[in-house]
Structure formats: C-alpha cells, structure tokens
C-alpha cells in the first residue's frame, strides 16, 4: 500500500532535474551542498561562466549551468541581465529551481507570513540549469525564443538530465514537440500547462508524451482584518505587512474617489486622498475575474495621491502576490460582495473610517481546497483535441519559494509544473527501469477527483463548477498512491512517431498520414468527432504484486454508449444523435486495495463546421 514517497525516494538522491528558465540565483539557501556526495559519474554537462557567474557558483548541487541568448536580438533583452547561468531579474527560474530540488531550509517566511521549513519536492535531487529565458528591456516580463529553448533540451539530453521542467509556455507549440528526443532517451518532461484560463481551449505544451500541468491552489490563507467605524470587523486576504516605512495600524478616514468607484487617474484626479485609504472596484466589474493588472494601476494612483491605503475588490481570487509590496500602504483585497457591504457602511457613516490590520497566517483543513485554479488553462487542446490535456493538477497558488536571497510567493502553472518534476524524480528513485510513460501514466490514474473531506475538486471561474478531465486531467496528483499505481499504460516511445507527422531522423522524413492520439496507449481516452462506433484499444502493466484480480467499472459520458471488454474499449453508435458538446466519463479497474482511473471524454458530431451549440 501506498507509504512515504519523499522517504522512500530517499529524497531524490542523485536523480538530475534539468531546469529551462531564467536561470538561477546559486547561493540561496535552497541550494546548499552541505552532505552532498560527489556529482554522479554519468553527468556529462559544463558550467558555463559569464557575467557574474564563474565556475565556482556550480557545486553538488547545481551540477551544470549554460545559457542562451543566440535567438534573440541585443534590444531584446533588458540591458542589466546577466549574460550567464545568473537568475537576475525575473527570480522566475530560481523559484522553479528551489520548488523542484530545493534543499531543506528552516526558518523561512515572506515577512514572517508562511513560516517554516521550505523544500523542493526531491530535496536532495541535483539541478542541471539552462538559461533560455530573460528579462524584457521594460523588465515586466520574459522573453525567449523556440530556437534558445530547442537548443538548451538538446543540451539537457546530451548531458545527461533525468527529468526535464520547463515551466513556460508563451512560446508556441513547438518547443513541446521538440521533446520527442529526450521521451525517447528515457527523460521524463514536465511542462506548465499555461495561464489563460478558466477560458476553454488555451492549455498549451500538448504533446502526448509530455506531463502538462495545471494549477490548483492549497489550503493556506492570508487573512487581513478591516475594522470599519461601526466595530464590524469584515475578512479580505493579501500579503500587507508593516515596514518601517508603514504607518502602523490605526483608523483612517476611509473614502472614495471623485470620479466614482474605480481608482483610475481620472477618478481620482482632485480627490484630497492625503492619509485616507481609498476603496476601489475595478473598471469593468463584469470582466473583473483576476483584474491583477487594475489592482496595481489602482495602487500606483492612490499611492501617488498620498492615499495611506487601498481596499480592492474583486471576484474571489487566490492570487496576492501584488499585495505583498504596496510601499508602505495598507492593502487588502476583498471579494466584491464585500466590497459592497463597505459600500454600505460608507453610506450610513457620516464620517467614514477603517483599521487595516497586518495579514496573517491560516492553514486549515477547513478551507476548500484543492481547487483548479481561475488561472489555469483549459483543454482541449486545439493543437491535440484527441489527448486530454491537461495531464495533471498540482499546487500552483501562493507558493513560496527562492527568489535571490529570500522567499517569496508567487502563482502560476509555472509554480505546479515543478511539484510535479520533484514527484517524478522521487519515482524515479523508486523505480528507476520505469519510462517516462509509466510514470506519467502512474500520477495520472492515481489522482484525485475529490477532497480530503470526500467533495468533488472545484474549478475556479465564472462560475466556479466542479472540475472536469479539461481541467485537471486526471485529477490532482496524490504523490504517495503514484508510488504503487498497481496497473500502467505504458507506451514504446517509438509509438509517438505515428501521431507526429516528422519522424526524428537524420533523414527528416515524415508520415504522409498521421495516426489519431486517442490510440496511444495514454492513460486517458478522448475521441473529439465520435460519429460512428469507434473501437479505442489500451493495454495494462501490472506493476503490483502477483494474482490480483481487477473488475472494471465505467460511467459513460452522457448520450454515448461505452462497452469495455477485458483489454478493449468499445465506443458504441451514439444513443442520441444530436451535435453535441464534449462530455465526460471514465473508466476504472479497481480491487480490494485499488482503483486506477482514467477520465474519458466525447463529443458527437454529425456535421462539419458546427461550433458548440450548448
């Protein structure tokens, strides 16, 4: 039965995690050597000397470093970056590092919010870091180029990486499928699902031999007390502490902008905001799902009118990072039923005032968690329709982990992508003869699909609803149940080459015809143009001990007809014939001690061109 994965892992010892990003910050905490043994003898990589970084900053720990810079052009790139292996400015790469292999740290906190012992998922795995990301010249995002990213993974292969986590996904399709290569030597690669969620079909990094991640949020809040004039204490979240530079908490007078409720320049323009805080709803309420941006162009404004804090409301979200440096201002975030009940208050008060108190801490098996995160992109996949992306959910909200010298949080799938790179190298350890198939085919049919508390997982959005397959995948990943699977679907990597037009050969040829996905041997099944009976066949590994019987259970999705034999599924004629909407079932085989399900999903069609007609 299922046990101590990081124990019996043995932390991730000596598996290599490669790591593409933005580089990496070598002398955090996170990434000490101390009790290190000598670098695996099978470790072919460099360490790659440039601007601030010499050979020195590699150690057992971070065992190789090179950069990429060649696809981009000098304007391209924000002139204080480094040109070498360091994480600079963006901090992005050095927190996917640190949340994938990051030693044991005690002690560690943002500002003494979420303090404790901050780990990577393989803590004692070694980091292999290649830099093809880099901060824009107006240093507000990254930048890469396809040609930068190909050229670290062949790297990567070459060197000798057992697991590969790329936590981008802004770069096209193509980098993806540019991964066959290291699938087919045996290197596991995990990938973000991407952050243009909760709307339909913009999950990206949808190769079927890649582990797509999406985000789920954990059972961790940051309330924020706000004491109105009238004694009513109401709840927000944000990440606002005292600095020297704040003013410490004491009732303020509490007030709106001239120009209505939203805190743009021109709202705010002649409003005497000198020590009052301001309450701010977003422009356009309608569209206000995770209004981040409005957030921070409201704090600029009420900071630059002298405004001593900021009350902002909006649909419910997890995400605070933005809180977290308000210079001085009280901030807080609220949700906008709360908002309007301050509106109430305002209202009724003649002279109007609020306290706003520090955050705090609370961690609580009471809060609904996991959801899928609003964030989080959704399938199906345009590129792939027949492959249910994404693969799996993991933590991906409010993470805190390495940034330069400290800790910080941060939200994205670019957060859960690296949960699940440490899971799969504690697999590793414990089965090292397993392929990059059999593990992702080991977290996917474990998976959950409801709580702790028994309740289905939630999908955040307009409306939040109960997550399915193109949500989440298989479900959030339950990484002690993925070390005994019991049953596999494994695949020979060579069977990729049916679904991907170019063969990767010295010759370059490609197929003429081109196999449909839902006839890989994945551990989902989706037939995205079930017109007539379709016959999808998989094939089992018993991974668990000898003479076990499964018995197989399925729900079908609704208005088709699913008949499964002992190795064949059979996808009957539909039972209305009517163009439809994807819908969702699954199957499971299941004894005494397990079940091991994959989702599946439909949709019927009998014309062409018809878009969903829900």
Known sequence: MPGDLLREGRHGEDIIIGVVDSGIWPESRSFSDQGYGPVPSRWRGVCQVGQGWDLNNCSRKIIGARFYSAGLGEADINKDEYLSPRDGMSGHGTHTASTAAGSAVEGVSFQGLAAGVARGGAPHARIAVYKALWARPDGTTRTGSDADVL?????????????????????????????????????????????????????????????????????RSFPTVITLGNKQQIAGQSLYYQDKNSAGSSFRNLTTGAGGLSCTEEALNGTDLKGKTVMCFPVNRKLALTPLWEFQSALQNVRKAGGSGLVFAQHTTSILEGTGSCGGIACVLVDLDTGYQILVYMGSASSPVAKIEPARSFTSKELLAPKVAAFSSRGPSIYNADVIKPDIAAPGVGILAAMRDSYKFASGTSMSAPHVAGIIALLKVLHPQWSPAALKSAIITTASVTDEHGMPILADGLPRKIADPFDFGGGHINPNRAADPGLIYDINPNDYNNVFNCIIKRSGSCNTTVVPGHLLNLPSISV???????????????????????????????????????????????????????????????NDQRTVWIPVAARITIHDFFADVA
């Open 528 to 590: 995205p143009d079930l017109r007539y009976p379709v016959t999808v066949s998989r094939t089992v590994t018993n991974v668990d001990e000898v003479d076990v019987v499964y018995h197989v259970a399925t729900e079908s999705p609704a208005g088709v007809e699913m008949e499964v034999e002992p190795s064949v599924l059979v996808f009957n004629a539909a039972m209305w014939m009517l163009q439809g909407d994807y819908m969702f079932g699954n199957l499971t085989w299941y």
């Open 151 to 219: 050229a670290a993974i062949d790297d990567a292969i070459h060197d000798g990486v057992d697991v590969l986590s790329l936590s981008l996904g802004a770069l096209g399709n193509a980098d993806s499928f540019g991964t066959l290569h290291a699938v087919q030597k045996g290197i596991a690669v995990v990938y973000a699902a991407g952050n243009d969620g909760p709307r339909p079909q913009t999950v990206v990094n949808t190769a079927p031999w890649v582990i797509t991640v999406a985000a789920s949020t954990i059972d």
